[in-house]
Structures are given as structure tokens and as C-alpha cells.
């Protein structure tokens, strides 16, 4: 057996899953700043099951150009979504995930979207996954968004 080494690690599709709070952390960082149609959110209330198709930044890559890859976020056990600052029937609306946060020691997730949206996923069991779906593609602005401190 040998140690693993860095030409081991060729970029590959995320698939993570998050069943804790330190787990829920990684995926908030991976997720930041990704955009999606309001129309790519679904609560399918017979499964039990809220899903967005996202376009997230890849920032596991350091890549000169920044990236972008199109990936499902879905929470399953999943009893009632809420939203707030969203126009649902804005179909022309697109929503940037600033982070995802456990409330307090509750089954409830909060997505905190830019421009005081937001978006509370309550579980009766903390099952959160993130997976890629498509090729990296150099994202459209060619930049990375900034963040004021």
C-alpha cells in the first residue's frame, strides 16, 4: 500500500452528505455565493423532500478562471418549507445562497439568500446532500464575488 498523493486527486463531481452541524458548515462554504432560478426549487411533500438545482462557484479547484458547476442541494425528512423575500411568481428571478445555518439546536435550516431573502427547511431529521450534476463551466462573469467585511 502507498500513501496517496496529489496527481491521485483529479477533479471529480462533490458528493457529500451532511448529517450534523460541522457537516452542514462545509456544505454552506461550498454552496456560497451559487445562483439559481426561483423555478429550480421544489418541495415534494409526498417524499419529504426540498431540492434546488444550483449553479455553485467551485472553490475546491483554485483555478485562475473562476468555475461554475451545476449541483442538487436536496434535504430530505423533510415536514414544511417557508420563504420570505422571494416573488415566487417572478419566474425571472434569480437568488444568490449566501450560507446555510442549523437553528439552534433545532431540525429547522435556514438558507440566507442576498437581498433579505431566505429560506427555512424544517426536518425531522438533519439529512442535507450536495451533489454535482455537470461539467465545471468557466463562470459567465469571469470574476468571483466579493463579500463587504
Known sequence: MTDARFED??????RLLAL??????????????AV???TEMKFDRRARRF?????RLR???HTPMPERVRAVLAFDNVTGVQSSGIDRSDTDQILSLLSITLEGDSDRV???LAGDGAIAVQATALDVSLRDVTQPYRAVSGKVPRHPD
Open 59 to 61: 472553490r475546491e479547484d
Open 9 to 14: 486527486a483529479a477533479a471529480r463531481p462533490l
Open 110 to 112: 435556514i438558507l440566507t
Open 20 to 33: 450534523g452541524p460541522e457537516d452542514l458548515t462545509v456544505l454552506s462554504s461550498l454552496v456560497q455565493d
Open 51 to 55: 431540492a434546488i438545482l444550483l449553479n
Open 36 to 38: 439559481f432560478p426561483v
